[in-house]
């Protein structure tokens, strides 16, 4: 074939693949909507009767959900307050980071990786000044952990309603894997004083958010961290670099790191006397209760469910403990009387969600179906009514007691104010 034939066919089978492809284009253009969020929430996307039929979507720099699964934090618009993690709407252990609680004192912060610093001083030899580059070049650690704000399941403790969902129950924890440097490295290299006990961390926000946390509490597993669940931190989780103390309240877990100061002694900030100091019965206040204890909630059956009959069920859920391993997890169908071990699926992380599950054969009655958590050092998740003597009705932190939920002859579910059992 002469050269030049060859070509004008070439160059003709190029032209008729150009235009297919642009064809396809603006017929799939016609039929697939741009992006999942253009879907009005409530309302079903829509989608062709056969997908063999019509191409699909093209590539995008930035994957979405389908329409059809449309998990939302609740609620949003908070300056100064949180939004809570879908519980209910999960599986697995590791939460999204787009869907990870939050908790703002004053925002969030717009800040510029570039200009942001972490500087370290005190009783040190050596203060010094870390760049995100910085802190780069050290290696770095992955793990796996929980961070739970310590007012989480507040609403649930103090005014309880059955239409409360596992969301609005104990939302405010989410489970990440966190990429970041060891705080023991960071005070290796600044020469970190015998006598420095305390340290205090000052975040970046417009309320400069700082807490006072014992060094030994750190040393072990304390991570200055920069990226969760494969990228660089969210905004909202602490972008660009926050502190991470697994198995501690939230607050300590102080974002938007900028500063630490190493001392002998708690520095009592305002965070620390106007707030995160729980009140107790016999007139004496609970102050620097750090650790989360062992915590469970089931999430489905949950309310708004509704079970069509009788017969066998999942009951599965999440567990935690920031005292280390979740060992065994127990469930009772019947309102507390008897109680099951639960299987616990995967590899069980320490101060991880431990996800659980049990099948369960509902013989249509009314009950209620409830968990309770023992962690590695044999610490059982207590009642509510053990708590309430305990803690008293004014205690404004570290909500652990059992939750249950009440499933009605019709199969509808609803929050049991008081976990069946008293």
């Given at each position: ?97 787009d869907l990870h609680f939050e908790r703002h004192h004053a925002g969030v912060p717009q800040i510029d990786p ?36 310590s007012g989480n399941g507040r609403g649930a403790y103090r005014s309880p309603k059955p239409e409360l969902t ?180 995967g590899t069980v992380l320490p101060k991880a969600h431990t996800r659980f599950q049990m099948m369960w054969r ?61």
């Amino acid at each position: 074939m002469p050269h030049g034939e060859r070509e004008r066919r070439l160059s003709r089978r190029t032209l008729l693949a150009g235009a297919a492809g642009a064809l396809g284009g603006a017929i799939l253009g016609g039929l697939v909507p741009p992006a999942a969020a253009q879907v009005p929430e409530g309302h079903p996307p829509s989608v062709p009767d056969d997908p063999t039929k019509v191409l699909g979507a093209p590539t995008r720099a930035v994957g979405e959900r389908s329409p059809f699964e449309q998990p939302r934090r609740t609620p949003t618009g908070e300056t100064v307050g949180n939004s809570l993690t879908p519980l209910q709407d999960l599986t697995g252990t590791i939460t999204p980071s787009d869907l990870h609680f939050e908790r703002h004192h004053a925002g969030v912060p717009q800040i510029d990786p570039k200009r942001h610093h972490l500087m370290i001083h005190g009783m040190v030899e050596r203060p010094m000044i870390f760049s995100l580059e910085d802190l780069g070049r050290y290696p770095s650690v992955t793990r796996t952990h929980f961070i739970e704000c310590s007012g989480n399941g507040r609403g649930a403790y103090r005014s309880p309603k059955p239409e409360l969902t596992p969301q609005l129950v104990d939302g405010l924890t989410a489970n990440t894997e966190w990429t970041g440097v060891p705080l023991a490295a960071l005070f290796e290299a600044v020469g970190a004083a015998r006598g420095a006990e305390w340290f205090l961390a000052e975040g970046s926000d417009a309320s400069r958010m700082a807490r006072s946390i014992p060094v030994d509490l750190a040393l072990e597993d304390a991570l200055v961290v920069y990226a969760q669940n494969g990228e660089a931190l969210r905004p909202e989780q602490g972008y660009p670099v926050r502190l991470l103390l697994p198995g501690l309240e939230g607050n300590v877990n102080v974002k938007w790191l900028r500063r630490i100061k190493l001392g002998p002694a708690p520095f009592m900030t305002r965070w620390e006397t106007s707030k995160y100091t729980d009140p107790l019965p016999n007139d004496t206040a609970r102050q620097f209760s750090f650790v989360m204890d062992a915590k469970s909630i089931i999430t489905s059956p949950a309310y708004p469910v509704v079970l069509p009959g009788a017969g066998w069920w999942p009951i599965r859920g999440l567990a935690w403990s920031g005292r280390g391993r979740i060992t065994r997890v127990e469930v009772s169908a019947d309102s507390g009387r008897s109680w099951a071990p639960a299987e616990l699926v995967g590899t069980v992380l320490p101060k991880a969600h431990t996800r659980f599950q049990m099948m369960w054969r509902w013989d249509g009655r009314e009950t209620v179906v409830m968990s309770r958590a023992v962690d590695e050092t044999g610490y059982a998740q207590p009642t509510h009514a053990h708590l309430l003597t305990v803690r008293g009705p004014g205690t404004d932190f570290h909500f652990n007691d059992i939750r249950g939920w009440r499933i009605r002859p019709d199969g509808h579910v609803f929050f049991d104010t008081r976990g069946g059992i008293t």
